[in-house]
């Protein structure tokens, strides 16, 4: 079975600052990797979608990449501001089946 | 809709009655899925549809969880005899085409109770 871990579980950065969260998993054979955000109470977001194919995936200031035979993924949020602060989630696909992982809390201090 | 809804949005059962959780997916939306969130967890899958037909529910937990997707539009999980280990977030997603080849568009969740 597919496990998906992200590290680290929280994390606290002042307003401005660059940021990396990471994701790593143990089967490589996946369709695709899914970054989302999911806010209190809310559903999930998505925020970015990297097919098998592709290392990276760019939208404003967040940047995912991907890399398959590693196991690994990051997204990169460029000067963070406290609208990001949410908890993060990457899934993988390996089909019909999305695996999640537990989640990077983020906390951006003004 | 713009979104996937899902209905109720909150829902407390008493331990041993029936619950029937509703999702409708964003128009057109040809796959659907079923999770399921414990608190400070990432949602676990639970099934999968295809259009009317349920390709994969491998997810659900035993067979007092069962979800149906008749017209291939609005599906819905139903919890027979709940128990307090079912109180979680369920979740529901649609995408557009078939499975692992679109982004996934989240329902807000039912948070369902069990006392």
């Known amino acids: 079975k597919q496990e998906v871990t992200q590290i680290p579980a929280a994390l606290s950065v002042p307003e401005g600052e660059n940021l990396v969260l990471n994701c790593s998993f143990t089967d490589s054979a996946i369709y695709n990797l899914q970054w989302f955000r999911q806010d209190p109470g809310k559903g999930l977001t998505s925020l970015l979608l990297i097919q098998s194919s592709q290392r990276e995936q760019t939208s404003g200031r967040l940047n995912a990449s991907l890399d398959k035979s590693s196991g690994r993924s990051t997204l990169y949020i460029a000067a963070s501001q406290p609208g990001d602060s949410a908890t993060y989630l990457c899934a993988v696909n390996t089909g019909n089946q999305f695996y999640f992982g537990t989640g990077t809390s983020l906390t951006v201090i003004p | 809709g713009a979104g996937v809804s899902q209905s109720p949005r909150y829902k407390v059962a008493k331990r041993g009655q029936d619950v029937a959780l509703r999702c409708d997916p964003i128009?057109?939306?040809?796959?659907l899925f079923w999770y399921q969130q414990a608190l400070g967890q990432g949602p676990e899958f639970l099934t999968y549809?295809?259009?009317?037909?349920?390709?994969?529910k491998s997810g659900l937990p035993s067979d007092r969880f069962f979800a149906e997707r008749p017209e291939g539009s609005v599906s819905t999980l139903k919890i027979q005899r709940t128990q307090q280990e079912d109180s979680a977030v369920y979740l529901c997603?649609?995408?557009?085409?078939?499975?692992?080849?679109?982004?996934?568009?989240f329902g807000p969740g039912t948070r369902l109770t069990v006392t």
């Open positions: 997603a649609s995408s557009f085409g078939l499975a692992g080849n679109y982004e996934q568009y």
């Open positions: 128009s057109g939306h040809v796959s």
């Open positions: 549809f295809q259009n009317e037909a349920q390709l994969d």
